[in-house]
């Protein structure tokens, strides 16, 4: 079964920090870039978050330059979002999502997990 499977949100206060995980079965990250994505209710979804094939590339949307970092560990198939000093605007369901290349386009991005929820209280 080919899925994306995140983890690692919850509920935290403002200031918080959490660790999202992004795990792929049934296909490979390898040679793909990797993107986080978040979606509040009633909102867009937007991008977070990207990486390239091999790490050494990254970018961010604005918002949260500064508080979070994306990495990835081809060996374990996964993807990780660090997100620190968490805000309340910053909640919504997490996704991650695979593509060729670091767009912000979700159109460009073939594979998406299910989501995990980030709550973050004031």
């Known amino acids: 079964q080919v899925q994306l499977v995140e983890s690692g949100g919850g509920l935290v206060q403002a200031g918080g920090s959490l660790r999202l995980s992004c795990a792929a079965s049934g296909l490979t990250i390898s040679g793909y870039a990797m993107g986080w994505f978040r979606q509040a209710p009633g909102k867009e979804r937007e991008f977070v978050a990207g990486i390239n094939w091999s790490g050494g590339s990254t970018r961010y949307v604005d918002s949260m330059k500064g508080r979070i970092a994306i990495s990835r560990d081809n060996a374990k198939n996964t993807v990780y979002l660090q997100m620190n000093s968490l805000k309340p605007e910053d909640t919504a369901v997490y996704y991650c999502?695979?593509?060729?290349?670091?767009?912000?386009?979700?159109?460009?991005?073939?594979?998406w997990g299910q989501g995990t929820q980030v709550t973050v209280s004031a």
């Open positions: 999502a695979r593509a060729v290349r670091i767009t912000t386009a979700t159109r460009e991005y073939a594979y």
